[in-house]
């Protein structure tokens, strides 16, 4: 194998999506620390927690389903009744972190375009809406690449830095869901 295609090589599995997006560089202080970033928005906060909460007890409606199926319909339900609240405040939070826009996304990293250039090497707190379960997430990330584009943009690359678990995975399922329904849109074209 050449060293052209190793480098080519990806960890992870990448995929083009739409999401909404904002980013701003953290403080040499604010990259050493290890606690969870917190955005200064409540709205984004609750949305981040409603979606880990739920993840996190995947596995509790899995057992109670096992030994009380009317319990756990009634829960999926009220999952559900609480989806759609996440959804509506997503859409409020989309016009703040505003339009959505193309990024090439894996468990990894981000790649995207912006206005502003970044240094190689800034650490920055990203902030991700994905579409369309409005899964709202706030990630660390250090900035491996930022290339000027000819339409006076910069394209920047970005790895993610210390994701909990529950991140990585909401990431992965994400990721899965997008692969699923551009194999079904293949297969209907």
Do not use: W
């Not at 200064?40 to 739920?54: I, K, T, Y």
């Not at 491996?144 to 790895?159: E, L, S």
Request: glycine share 4%.
């Amino acid at each position: 194998m050449s060293t052209h295609d190793e480098d080519d090589r990806r960890e992870y599995y990448r995929i083009d999506d739409t999401i909404a997006l904002d980013f701003t560089p953290l403080s040499s202080a604010e990259a050493l620390a290890s606690d969870e970033l917190q955005d200064s928005s409540p709205l984004f906060n609750l949305l981040s927690d409603l979606h880990l909460m739920d993840f996190e007890s995947q596995h509790l409606l899995r057992h109670i389903s096992e030994r009380d199926r009317t319990l756990a319909n009634y829960l999926k339900v009220m999952n559900k009744r609480i989806d759609l609240l996440g959804q509506a405040v997503a859409q409020s939070l989309l016009r703040d972190i505003g339009p959505p826009k193309r990024v090439s996304l894996s468990e990894g990293g981000v790649s995207f375009n912006s206005p502003q250039q970044v240094a190689v090497g800034t650490h920055l707190a990203i902030k991700m809406v994905l579409m369309p379960q409005a899964l709202g997430l706030l990630l660390r990330a250090k900035v491996i690449h930022c290339r000027t584009r000819p339409d006076q943009q910069f394209d920047i690359g970005a790895a993610f830095e210390a994701l909990t678990d529950a991140q990585r995975q909401l990431l992965a399922r994400h990721i899965l869901q997008r692969q699923a329904l551009e194999r079904r849109q293949a297969r209907e074209n």
